[in-house]
């Protein structure tokens, strides 16, 4: 079955670049998302990339995929207090799959 | 660019009570879902539509039930509420085509006392 894993933690100074790590298990797998979860709210579509790229760069965002590997990384550059929050890492499996396997989120603490 | 909405954001009922948690979304999706996160903040899938008249339960098994009588509406009802149910609720639309994006609503935070 589908399957993503995310380490649950992550603390990084104001200023530093934040790197967010998932892997999944489904080879199938057609696009890979990152959403974010502030606390008390729903979730946000942050980014997504196809399942054919090497990377994707959004203003200060950077997604890397490794289909090799199954592995999805999120870099956020020049970290503020303000991306302190949840991160998702989810996959749509399959060409006529609709429905996302999410991890478990990794907690963001950025320290002023 | 997420246009979807539910009501209410924070409900606290008692024991036994029925109640109704609304989602609508102005995308013209057909695609809708509903998800419990625990605690923890996983998400569990409860119940999903592709369209009028189609519903199915996800893979966490849920006592509450769902309609979509209209596209644009999705509302999820507990019959007879407990503790066990509090919880957030999470509604959530998707695209039908390309990237198939997913938006979510803000929550539902029902608390059963």
């Known amino acids: 079955g589908e399957d993503v894993e995310q380490s649950l933690f992550l603390s990084v100074r104001e200023g530093d670049s934040s790197v967010i790590n998932c892997t999944y298990t489904d080879s199938s797998s057609t696009y890979l998302y990152w959403y974010k979860q502030e606390p008390g709210a729903g979730l946000q579509l942050l980014t997504y990339?196809?399942?054919?790229?090497d990377m994707k760069q959004d203003q200060r965002l950077t997604v890397l995929l490794n289909k090799k590997d199954k592995h999805l990384s999120l870099r956020i550059a020049d970290t503020q207090t303000g991306d302190s929050a949840i991160y998702f890492c989810a996959e749509r499996a399959g060409a006529g799959s609709y429905q996302l396997t999410f991890g478990k989120g990794t907690k963001l603490s950025v320290i002023p | 660019e997420a246009d979807i909405y539910q009501t209410p954001r924070y409900l606290v009922i008692g024991t036994g009570k029925k109640i109704t948690l609304e989602c609508s979304q102005t995308?013209?999706?057909?695609?809708m879902y509903w998800y419990q996160q625990d605690p923890g903040m996983e998400l569990h899938l409860i119940h999903y539509s592709y369209g009028v008249n189609s519903t199915e339960k996800g893979d966490l098994s849920s006592e509450s039930t769902v309609s979509r009588i209209r596209t644009e509406h999705f509302p999820l009802t507990l019959e007879s509420a407990r503790p066990s149910h509090t919880s957030q609720y999470l509604c959530?639309?998707?695209?039908?085509?390309?990237?198939?994006?997913?938006?979510f609503g803000q929550g539902t935070r029902l608390t059963v006392v």
């Open positions: 990339i196809f399942s054919n790229m």
């Open positions: 995308m013209g999706h057909d695609k």
């Open positions: 959530a639309s998707s695209e039908s085509k390309g990237a198939r994006r997913a938006f």
